[in-house]
């Protein structure tokens, strides 16, 4: 209940990006795993794992930066769009220099890395679907958009009830 109610204090948006991210990870080593054990490959798991988990990581990461760096464009009024522009940078920047260094090093399959960071993408598609499940899990429902007309009485425009 402690974890839940954690999740439930945590910014709603990056956690349904974390749980599809995780998702995209299992998916991704399934995947890989299976491939490598019909090919013969049994051998370059750990690698294919540790690239994957690795890239999923660090879209972690990236994901908590775009959360913060828009929450202080959003904070700041009149800079925001240098505040993104400055944080989009910075993280392929970074992303950039890992993937020279674990292609340079040679500790990791960079492109396995890539496929792992490649759930920050993905995971705005699978929203829609975590963002169900998180209200299943929190026993949350969404609220109902108001129609036209009510909007409108709402602010005043039309007298409620005409």
């Known amino acids: 209940m402690k974890m839940v109610e954690a999740a439930r204090r945590m910014?709603?948006?990056?956690?349904?990006?974390?749980?599809g991210m995780a998702f995209w990870g299992l998916?991704?080593?399934?995947?890989?795993?299976?491939?490598?054990a019909l090919c013969g490959y049994g051998g370059f798991q750990g690698r294919y794992a540790l690239s994957l988990w690795f890239g999923v990581?660090?879209?972690?990461?990236?994901?908590?930066?775009?959360c913060r760096t828009l929450d202080r464009a959003l904070l700041s009024g009149g800079n925001a769009a240098g505040i993104?522009?400055?944080?989009?940078?910075?993280?392929?920047?970074?992303?950039?220099?890992?993937?020279v260094i674990v292609t340079l090093t040679d500790a990791m399959d960079p492109l396995v890395?890539?496929?792992g960071y490649m759930g920050l993408k993905v995971t705005a598609?699978?929203?829609?679907?975590?963002?169900?499940?998180?209200?299943?899990l929190f026993r949350e429902e969404d609220?109902?958009?108001?129609?036209?007309?009510?909007?409108?009485?709402?602010?005043?425009?039309?007298?409620?009830?005409?």
């Open 84 to 99: 993104v522009t400055r944080g989009y940078l910075f993280r392929y920047f970074l992303l950039a220099a890992v993937l």
């Open 125 to 136: 598609y699978l929203q829609p679907i975590t963002h169900k499940l998180c209200n299943r």
């Open 143 to 162: 609220p109902i958009p108001l129609s036209e007309e009510e909007l409108a009485a709402q602010e005043g425009e039309i007298p409620a009830g005409q």
């Open 113 to 115: 890395f890539f496929l």
């Open 27 to 36: 998916v991704c080593q399934i995947a890989g795993a299976l491939v490598m």
């Open 11 to 19: 910014n709603r948006t990056l956690l349904e990006m974390h749980i």
């Open 57 to 66: 990581a660090f879209a972690f990461a990236g994901s908590i930066h775009m």
